[in-house]
């Protein structure tokens, strides 16, 4: 009886200690943009690029190190404006994900926009450069789209949510580890 006496005991002063610490502890100082965004209308396709800035922060660069895999969502939308409500013409969504083995020593990056290859590193610095890169990528076909007609291209990025190990996940069920999401970036755009 007295071992599940003390078990209980640290359970409790665990608790107590983890939700006395805000989950904004774990916020970014800079919250995460999105930059740079470039349209290419002149092929078959619309394609678009851009940049992520400010995705990373320590916490999730220690547990991307700690062997914890990644996955940012890009969100990408083209909106044909009406009066009342506008018309989505596309939806498409991009998973970016960095997986580091330790065994190795190297870092495994997965991108949509280049399905067939597992970009593999051992430097940090370039795993991330690739995590936050779009680049050219075909979001709609141009026969969808009318000549001097006004869209919206829209542009979201986000984390998706981390599974924790099951006993983290009643010690900090309150807590988002590291979380960042964007707001909508909206480009008006004419074809």
């Not at 999105?34 to 678009?48: A, C, M, N, Q, T």
């Not at 013409?89 to 997986?99: E, G, K, N, S, V």
């Not at 083995?101 to 399905?115: A, C, G, M, S, T």
Request: charged share 20%; with cysteine; proline share 5%.
């Amino acid at each position: 009886m007295k071992f599940s006496l003390t078990w209980k005991s640290l359970l409790i002063i665990l608790l107590a200690v983890a939700t006395a610490c805000p989950p904004v502890c774990f916020a970014t100082d800079n919250p995460a943009e999105i930059s740079d965004i470039r349209l290419d209308k002149s092929g078959k396709e619309l394609r678009v690029s851009f940049e992520l800035s400010n995705c990373f922060n320590s916490e999730m660069e220690e547990a991307i190190l700690d062997g914890v895999p990644t996955t940012f969502r890009i969100l990408v939308s083209v909106e044909k404006p009406a009066v009342m409500l506008n018309t989505t013409i596309a939806d498409l969504t991009l998973l970016h994900t960095i997986r580091y083995n330790r065994l190795n020593n190297e870092f495994q990056v997965n991108l949509p926009e280049v399905p067939q290859e597992c970009f593999v590193t051992k430097s940090f610095s370039e795993a991330k450069r690739w995590m936050s890169r779009v680049g050219k990528v075909p979001v709609i076909p141009t026969c969808w789209l009318s000549k001097d007609q006004a869209y919206y291209l829209n542009v979201k990025a986000e984390l998706s949510k981390v599974e924790l190990p099951l006993i983290f996940r009643y010690i900090l069920f309150w807590a988002s580890l590291w979380d960042f999401e964007t707001g909508w970036y909206t480009v008006e755009f004419l074809y």
